[in-house]
Nanobody, 125 residues
Framework: QVPLVQSGGGSVQAGGSLRLACVASTITSGTTYIGWFRQAPGKEREGLATINISSENTYYAPSVQYRFTVSQDKADNTVYLQMNSLKPEDSAMYYC??????????????????WGQGTQVTVST
């Protein structure tokens, strides 16, 4: 298994910033992407951003592009999600995930096999 341990999150006012971290202690063969998802109460889990762990190419959902940035520190096996200009509608439980999604489904949860424990982000007005 690929244990993914998340940190960061918390509460912030609208317009503020937060950074989430996801540590993947081991990367199994075949894992190509580490992505970030979120799920608000009563809503489907939404793919936000993902990074190819080899090429470091990144992909974003339109709802977060230009506000969120995904990056990785290979030395520490850590993937980050920097979230700027946060809005109340960004409030949700955030998850990192690792897997090998297809090129046309990079932000779909189906392609991700391993999941972090989740961390809450709350943005107030």
């Amino acid at each position: 298994q690929v244990p993914l341990v998340q940190s960061g999150g918390g509460s912030v006012q609208a317009g503020g910033s937060l950074r989430l971290a996801c540590v993947a202690s081991t990367i199994t063969s075949g894992t190509t992407y580490i992505g970030w998802f979120r799920q608000a109460p009563g809503k489907e889990r939404e793919g936000l951003a993902t990074i190819n762990i080899s090429s470091e190419n990144t992909y974003y959902a339109p709802s977060v592009q230009y506000r969120f940035t995904v990056s990785q520190d290979k030395a520490d096996n850590t993937v980050y999600l920097q979230m700027n200009s946060l809005k109340p509608e960004d409030s949700a439980m955030y998850y990192c995930a690792a897997g090998s999604p297809g090129r046309l489904s990079l932000l779909q949860r189906l392609g991700y096999r391993y999941w972090g424990q989740g961390t809450q982000v709350t943005v107030s007005t």
